[in-house]
């Protein structure tokens, strides 16, 4: 993402353009995970919070009610799927497909401590 970012801001061409940066396809948290796990050859487990513990995480950080449930709202539109979007932008960036999560987490699996 990061050189998508350095290339719209050297390049011309992007004005006023909006990209919407994904990886090559959709991958839910428990596939990051089992990803994870096999990059880093370690169990990985997630954990869904319940909404009042999210409210009181974020609410220790500060945030107001009306941020509190507008981040649960959108938490919740995750977990339906309705956010599952797939798009060419860093394609037609940087002339490259996206690199996938699996790549991604080979590349970085030394900043998880393995």
Not at 36 to 41: H, I, Q, S
Not at 62 to 89: F, K, W
Not at 101 to 108: F, G, L, P, Q, S
């Amino acid at each position: 993402m990061s050189e998508v970012a350095a290339r719209v801001l050297v390049e011309p061409g992007h004005a006023g353009r909006t990209y919407t940066l994904t990886g090559p396809a959709a991958i839910s948290v428990p596939e990051q995970a089992a990803v994870l796990a096999e990059a880093l050859g370690r169990p990985v487990t997630t954990r869904e919070p319940s909404a009042d513990e999210s409210r009181d995480f974020l609410g220790a950080w500060g945030l107001g009610d009306e941020a509190v449930e507008a981040i649960l709202a959108g938490n919740a539109h995750v977990r339906r799927g309705r956010n599952e979007v797939v798009t060419d932008d860093v394609r037609t960036v940087l002339g490259r497909p996206a690199r996938g999560y699996r790549e991604w987490a080979e590349d970085h699996r030394e900043a998880f401590g393995r």
